[in-house]
């Protein structure tokens, strides 16, 4: 099908144009003004409105195993809410068992995520370190996967000591990956954990009180140190707090591959959230947890600067009942909000409309960035040649954030209430329309697994 888009502004990354787009065999064929229109082409006036590269979600977790269940939206309901949203590629993960092999691991996770309707990659997790899995991070490479998660936090379940965190970069940089980092010192986070409880605090405001800001800017200091002595690129996942950046800044300006990625609740959301009820407070149990306002402010800044590459979502909803496990213990509360349908509008009404970023780092941090650092070759960019992934942005359209409107499969929505302008009007993933007029007009699960 061809598919002529005409009338609209065109936003890049490094630049903004007024042009016409052609589309034809799935790709972006040319761009110029005033493109004719002929038969039998399927065309599309966005007069007044912004054609923006289909956003790339650098950080999820659809149906992602945790202690007493699933986080609640699977690949289906949560690449629908991304699409909606504006997002057509996905970036999950593959957390093996201990001892599973990462290869049979990621077969897997493949399979679950055949229904998805965006398109899909995947960090694969080592979570331990057994007989054989240098062989098998690189056959992950070879098989389309640059990047491995690690987590320094979590250390009774996938967490890594630092012994197999040190084994992990040595690999990774040897064969030409980068690691992916969740940075919290594990250790200390659960030593303060029972102590708050065995004093018989149960409540959710304990759990950003165990894990500090330092908690998180040590282990990023420790992590880049390590990252460095074994030349092994290092994204730090979901940076919440400003005491970070200062060591992302030390090592950027040093010249290490050192990347950083933020989410819309670091941005957002304070930690006055976690004062109230149970049911008020528990859908901000999150690690890292909410921040104060400095913080907040500090990632602004570092998204304009470039301390901050990439905006994330983190996005791993659950539902009120599945919060409510942890009623009387904190620490049993499933960790993680949802938030994949809403970070394009949100950084857009936020950001972009505040004059905190540019339309073109709004496009940067939501698509083009992700895309380069997780080597997504055809996608990122409105320019020939590319994936026909594309968003028409209607600047105009109101909405109030809530649950009881949302596509996310859960009760919680962790922005309710939160009024926002701009929206996805039209959604384009490989040259097919999934959304018309801000619904959704298929649901057809072809997302393709991208290889990077
Ligand atoms: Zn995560």
């Known amino acids: 099908?061809?598919?002529?888009?005409?009338?609209?502004?065109?936003?890049?990354?490094?630049?903004?144009?007024?042009?016409?787009?052609?589309?034809?065999?799935?790709?972006?064929?040319?761009?110029?003004?005033?493109?004719?229109?002929?038969?039998?082409?399927?065309?599309?006036?966005?007069?007044?409105?912004?054609?923006?590269?289909?956003?790339?979600?650098?950080?999820?977790?659809?149906?992602?195993?945790?202690?007493?269940?699933?986080?609640?939206?699977?690949?289906?309901?949560?690449?629908?809410?991304?699409?909606?949203?504006?997002?057509?590629?996905?970036?999950?993960?593959?957390?093996?068992?201990?001892?599973?092999?990462?290869?049979?691991?990621?077969?897997?996770?493949?399979?679950?995520?055949?229904?998805?309707?965006?398109?899909?990659?995947?960090?694969?997790?080592?979570?331990?370190?057994?007989?054989?899995?240098?062989?098998?991070?690189?056959?992950?490479?070879?098989?389309?996967?640059?990047?491995?998660?690690?987590?320094?936090?979590?250390?009774?379940?996938?967490?890594?000591?630092?012994?197999?965190f040190e084994k992990v970069l040595k690999t990774v940089g040897r064969l030409g990956g980068m690691v992916t980092a969740h940075c919290?010192?594990?250790?200390?986070?659960?030593?303060?954990?029972?102590?708050?409880?065995?004093?018989?605090?149960?409540?959710?405001?304990?759990?950003?009180?165990?894990?500090?800001?330092?908690?998180?800017?040590?282990?990023?200091?420790?992590?880049?140190?390590?990252?460095?002595?074994?030349?092994?690129?290092?994204?730090?996942?979901?940076?919440?707090?400003?005491?970070s950046l200062k060591y992302i800044e030390q090592s950027k300006n040093a010249g290490q591959a050192v990347f950083a990625e933020t989410c819309p609740q670091y941005l957002l959301l304070e930690d006055s959230m976690y004062q109230g009820s149970f049911e008020h407070t528990s859908p901000y149990v999150m690690s890292p947890p909410l921040r104060k306002k400095e913080d907040n402010e500090a990632l602004w800044e570092a998204l304009n600067s470039g301390l901050i590459d990439t905006v994330g979502t983190d996005h791993c909803p659950f539902t009120l009942s599945q919060k409510n496990q942890g009623i009387d213990d904190f620490r049993k509360i499933p960790n993680g909000a949802g938030g994949v349908e809403h970070r394009l509008e949100l950084l857009y009404t936020c950001g972009v409309l505040t004059n905190k970023i540019s339309l073109n780092k709004w496009v940067e941090l939501c698509s083009t960035k992700p895309a380069e650092l997780l080597r997504l070759k055809s996608k990122g960019k409105i320019t020939v040649g590319m994936d026909a992934d594309i968003v028409i942005w209607d600047p105009e359209p109101e909405n109030v954030i809530s649950s009881q409107t949302h596509h996310q499969n859960t009760d919680i929505n962790i922005y309710e209430g939160f009024k926002t302008r701009g929206k996805a009007d039209t959604v384009i993933k490989n040259a097919r329309i999934f959304v018309e007029k801000g619904e959704l007009a298929t649901d057809v699960s072809n997302g393709s697994f991208l290889t990077r």
């Open 1 to 164: 099908m061809e598919l002529l888009i005409k009338n609209g502004t065109i936003i890049n990354a490094d630049r903004t144009e007024k042009a016409d787009i052609f589309i034809k065999n799935g790709k972006i064929a040319f761009i110029r003004a005033n493109i004719d229109v002929h038969e039998n082409v399927n065309l599309i006036n966005a007069e007044g409105k912004f054609l923006i590269p289909g956003g790339i979600d650098p950080h999820v977790h659809m149906h992602l195993p945790v202690p007493g269940g699933f986080s609640s939206d699977d690949f289906y309901t949560g690449s629908r809410a991304a699409i909606l949203g504006g997002t057509t590629t996905l970036l999950d993960f593959v957390t093996p068992h201990k001892s599973q092999s990462l290869i049979e691991a990621l077969h897997q996770r493949k399979l679950e995520a055949e229904e998805s309707i965006t398109d899909y990659s995947f960090h694969v997790s080592p979570v331990d370190w057994h007989q054989g899995i240098e062989e098998e991070i690189a056959q992950c490479i070879e098989d389309g996967i640059s990047s491995f998660k690690v987590y320094l936090a979590y250390l009774d379940t996938i967490g890594l000591n630092q012994e197999v």
């Open 184 to 243: 919290e010192t594990g250790k200390e986070i659960e030593k303060k954990r029972t102590e708050y409880f065995n004093k018989g605090f149960t409540h959710p405001a304990y759990h950003p009180l165990s894990r500090p800001s330092e908690t998180e800017a040590n282990a990023v200091k420790s992590a880049i140190a390590l990252a460095g002595k074994y030349n092994c690129p290092i994204y730090i996942v979901h940076v919440s707090t400003k005491e």
